[in-house]
């Protein structure tokens, strides 16, 4: 059980070859032997979404593989993400209009953000809400999440005009 | 002064702009450095065996196999962290007679509820740690479990704490006016009994703490998740007799916190401990299993209410009843009596009735202990007002806008002291209602409820005013004997360079600190705000305050702030009159230059009054010693407490045939005083409002009658996502306190304070043509069926 096995698999373009315990998950994987802690664990059991990263392209939750099972695989995460400027934008906007507040979340809310953008390219934003609807935010009211990513669907399909302005977003005072 | 302040046309005036967080960025690239993440230097790692009973005496312990086993360093007991950490007791003075028994970090004799840490064992990883936990043998004889607050008062009940000889924590009467001449006056009289049930905060980022002390040197450093740092460099080194100054805590970025971070937790207690045994780095990370057996909860109250008023509809009494059980003691240092002094003390704040009679009754049972939440007690006095005062209006054919405008208390009575005893210095209630009521578009959607009726669709419109506490002076806890500071510091500084780092009391977990302290000083010193670097959450670093608890760091670390930065200039202007050879007072500072006050002429930069500040003193008059670092304290004067205001409105459709809730519209008017940062606070209200929606739709931690908790996991325990959440509209009243020269007041617990209170007044408002009616939350699907008689 506890005999290291090697897997080899490429995370954020770069190979790696390691020697994991079978049980260890991909999450502790990416976190604890290569210090990837931009993705997170807030539930260890897929239902937060704080430790989505792409696998071959998609949204997986690294908390509920094995390591051993990214064996040949391509992982993504965060930190890749940003060093490739695949995200630029879509960060971007959650700064611009403060769509996180701790940042625990942030990494898993940007991959499904990212997978939600390449697969729908103006989505409305009641499917914004339901594409989130695995990502669990407990310090923002979720609302600036779905503005920064109507406004990255609309700045990518070449309307500029709109994305909110912070401060002005439902506010009179 | 006030006036002085927000002119956006000035140079430099940050103060009511929505300006972005300069550490967002860092955290969007995910490079945040939370204590989840970290890492040091032959670091182990805890786990905890935990008990399996609500309620049950220690017979044996057995350790042998764990210690045994590859890779584990230490297994502790109760008895052995007691040779080192003194117990503590969650009482305070002035909660008199409030009773509680003494706390050790592992339990010793006997378990009081299920997940109580017995064991902690240290090993390489956190892994083989849970491995090793497996083999510790505990065996228990089980004692008579007391869930139920009426069973726990009875004759003849199990007494979780023998010593103390009761279950009952704590009472309280609040009485003033003649309550019950009020109610023989009253042409109408509403009573109900409501229910809140339990629930949590579920930060995303679990407790999180490294404990590392260095036994050459008796120093101690706590690498720790939390909101008060100062408090925990205080427990740390009282309860472990190290120094308070060589105690060093950081806090460094923080996943979530909301009033949950800043208590005395067993398993954190116990990692200090475990690293003076072992001599080394030891980590410990809740897993989300154990923050719901371990992280406090809040609120389990059954409050019974009635509220009278006369045949116009103006209220004359009120009576509380209110039962609380906290758990099998009192969390430590604030203890748990907190959140019903403040339940019987909110009741009816907006309004101006003056008979009034609070109870409270607090109770101990086997459960994890409760303690302060984000805007502790408010939304229980707040729902039960709120419904309430619907209540009398239903009775009378008054609309909830209007019962409520016969009833608040207006411009012409401020000062005010309300008949609990709380002083509202202004607040603005008439605006902020009429506020609501347009905003919502009132006419309209009530045509639309009635429309909707008509073809079977049951729509509800509920609103909730509030007033929420915000600013706490030592009226608040440190006149109680806690050591927990209601003062705040900051040392600003100019770099040789001409830049300004500012290190502040106040910390960051998101809401903005850095931000908003960046706001104020650079307006205050006169410099570009990117050029200003804040520095918080190191108690060897950062001076000593209060940090964030009680809606309290825009207030009062922001005020220390902006009176530190003002003290800076003048500093800055000393110098560079001298340089000059002008007065001080006829210079300014713009945009990092000295200039003429008058004209905005520029003089010298103040990159250059630091050169030769810091290099060059030998160029400036003997009687010149440029002071460019000033330390700076403010505690809060004036008022004990700055009250907040505000009115929430909900709009729901109730499924009467399943009992889903469905969120339309939620709205939100608050007054904060004055506002620094209005995206910040905007976001900080929606987030309060959605865990108030949480509280009120769907979130409860459930327990069996054998006080085991049957939910505690995240796919069990339901918390709002983004799909069930609306848009929520914010709109700002702005009445500064005049206590402050900043002027501002709290934001963070307005959201709370009313959500659940307005949606379920919606939902009441919903269902009334059938007849129904809940007074319980969270409003399940099938509480609903049940109140309409479905099931």
Excluded at chain 1, 53 to 82: I, P, R
Excluded at chain 2, 137 to 165: F, H, K, M, W
Excluded at chain 2, 222 to 251: K, M, N
Excluded at chain 2, 273 to 278: A, W
Aim: proline share 4%; hydrophobic share 40%.
């Amino acid at each position: 059980m506890n005999e290291r096995v090697p897997i080899e698999l490429e995370v954020n373009g770069e190979a790696v070859a390691k020697y994991v315990e079978p049980r260890l998950s991909l999450a502790d994987f990416l976190r604890e032997e290569l210090e990837l802690t931009g993705t997170h664990q807030g539930c260890e059991m897929g239902a937060c979404g704080a430790c989505l990263v792409l696998l071959n392209g998609k949204a997986v939750h690294s908390c509920l593989m094995f390591a051993v099972q990214a064996h040949g695989d391509h992982v993504e995460t965060v930190e890749g993400l940003s060093q490739r400027k695949a995200i630029a934008d879509i960060q971007q906007a959650f700064h611009n209009n403060n769509a996180l507040q701790c940042g625990f979340c942030t990494a898993g809310m940007l991959v499904t953000a990212h997978e939600l953008l390449s697969r729908n390219t103006t989505p409305t934003r009641h499917e914004i809400r339901d594409g989130l609807s695995g990502n669990y935010c407990r310090c923002t009211g979720y609302q600036a999440i779905v503005d920064s990513i109507v406004s990255v669907a609309r700045s990518r399909a070449g309307n500029v005009d709109t994305p909110a302005s912070p401060g002005e977003r439902g506010t009179a005072s | 002064m006030n006036n002085a302040l927000g002119k956006l046309d000035r140079p430099n005036s940050y103060i009511g702009r929505s300006v972005t967080r300069p550490n967002a960025k860092r955290l969007l690239a995910g490079k945040g450095r939370y204590v989840t993440d970290m890492k040091l230097p032959r670091m182990l790692h805890a786990a905890f065996v935990r008990s399996p009973y609500a309620h049950a005496k220690i017979m044996s312990i057995d350790i042998s196999a764990a210690a045994a086993m590859p890779g584990v360093h230490l297994v502790a007991t109760g008895a052995d962290l007691a040779k080192l950490c003194k117990p503590w007791v969650g009482t305070l003075d002035h909660f008199r007679g409030m009773k509680s028994s003494p706390q050790l970090p592992l339990a010793i004799d006997k378990v009081v509820w299920a997940g109580q840490a017995v064991v902690a064992v240290v090993a390489q990883s956190r892994a083989l740690a849970e491995d090793a936990a497996e083999l510790v043998e505990v065996a228990y004889e089980e004692l008579g479990v007391v869930t139920d607050i009426d069973l726990a008062r009875q004759e003849g009940s199990e007494i979780i704490n023998p010593d103390l000889g009761t279950n009952l924590s704590f009472t309280l009467k609040v009485e003033s006016g003649d309550v019950e001449a009020a109610f023989k006056d009253g042409a109408v009289e509403i009573e109900d009994v409501f229910h809140f049930g339990r629930h949590t905060a579920v930060t995303l980022e679990p407790r999180a703490i490294i404990a590392d002390y260095n036994s050459s040197e008796e120093q101690l450093t706590v690498h720790h998740a939390t909101q008060t740092p100062y408090q925990f460099q205080d427990l740390y080194s009282r309860y472990y007799g190290i120094a308070e100054s060589r105690v060093r805590v950081v806090a460094p970025d923080i996943g979530g916190s909301f009033g949950m971070k800043l208590h005395v937790y067993h398993e954190d207690m116990a990692v200090v401990g475990l690293s003076m045994l072992t001599g080394r780095p030891v980590k410990y990370v809740a897993d989300r299993m154990e923050s719901f057996l371990s992280d406090i909860h809040a609120r389990d109250h059954r409050v019974t209410s009635s509220m009278t008023a006369d045949a116009s509809g103006n209220i004359l009494g009120m009576k509380v009843d209110d039962v609380t059980a906290i758990g099998a003691f009192s969390s430590f240092p604030r203890t748990s009596v907190v959140e019903g002094n403040q339940v019987v003390r909110l009741m009816g704040a907006p309004y101006r009735f003056r008979n009034y009679r609070g109870d409270l009754s607090v109770v101990f049972q086997n459960k994890v202990q409760t303690s302060q939440y984000r805007a502790v007690g408010h939304p229980i006095a707040c729902s039960v007002t709120e419904s309430l005062i619907d209540g009398i209006g239903r009775r009378l054919g008054l609309d909830p806008f209007e019962i409520r405008r016969r009833n608040i208390i207006t411009q012409d009575m401020y000062p005010y002291t309300s008949p609990t005893g709380y002083k509202f210095e202004r607040l603005s209630h008439e605006v902020c209602l009429d506020k609501l009521h347009a905003e919502m578009d009132y006419p309209r959607l009530l045509k639309q409820q009635e429309e909707l009726r008509a073809k079977g669709v049951y729509r509800g419109i509920g609103i909730a005013m509030f007033v929420e506490i915000t600013n706490p002076s030592p009226a608040f806890y440190g006149v109680g004997g806690a050591r927990i500071s209601s003062q705040d510091g900051a040392i600003v500084k100019i770099t040789p360079s001409g830049e300004v780092q500012c290190l502040v009391s106040i910390g960051e977990h998101g809401q903005g600190t850095e931000t908003i302290i960046g706001q104020i000083v650079a307006e205050n010193l006169g410099v570009d705000r990117e050029t200003v670097r804040v520095i918080t959450g190191d108690t060897d670093v950062t001076p000593y305050g209060g940090a964030n608890w009680a809606c309290r760091g825009a207030g009062i670390g922001g005020e220390t702030a902006f009176q530190a930065a003002k003290k800076l200039k003048q500093n800055v202007l000393a110098v560079a009159a001298a340089i000059l050879q002008a007065k001080p007072s006829d210079l300014d500072i713009q945009n990092a230059q000295i200039v003429d006050a008058g004209t905005g002429n520029i003089r010298i930069a103040l990159s250059e009054v630091a050169r030769i500040s810091y290099f060059r003193s030998d160029t400036l008059p003997d009687d010149v010693s440029p002071q460019l670092t000033v330390a700076h304290h403010y505690s809060p004067k004036g008022y004990p407490f700055a009250f907040t205001n505000g009115v929430q409105g909900c709009h729901v459709e109730v499924d009467v045939e399943t009992g889903f809730v469905r969120l339309i519209d939620v709205w939100v008017v608050e007054d904060c005083g004055r506002i620094i940062n209005p995206m910040l606070v905007n976001e900080q209200v929606r987030g309060g409002a959605i865990q108030g929606l949480g509280a009120a739709l769907f979130e409860e931690c459930r327990y069996g009658e054998t006080g085991q908790l049957e939910n505690g996991s995240l796919a069990d325990y339901l918390v709002p996502m983004a799909y069930e959440m609306p848009d929520i509209k914010i709109f700002h009243v702005e009445t500064p306190t005049r206590d402050t020269e900043l002027g501002a007041k709290g934001c963070g617990e307005a959201g709370t304070a009313a959500a659940s209170a307005a949606a379920m007044n919606a939902v009441n408002d919903a269902i009334a043509p059938l007849g129904a009616h809940v007074s319980q939350i969270p409003m399940t699907p099938q509480r609903l069926l049940r109140a309409l008689g479905k099931v």
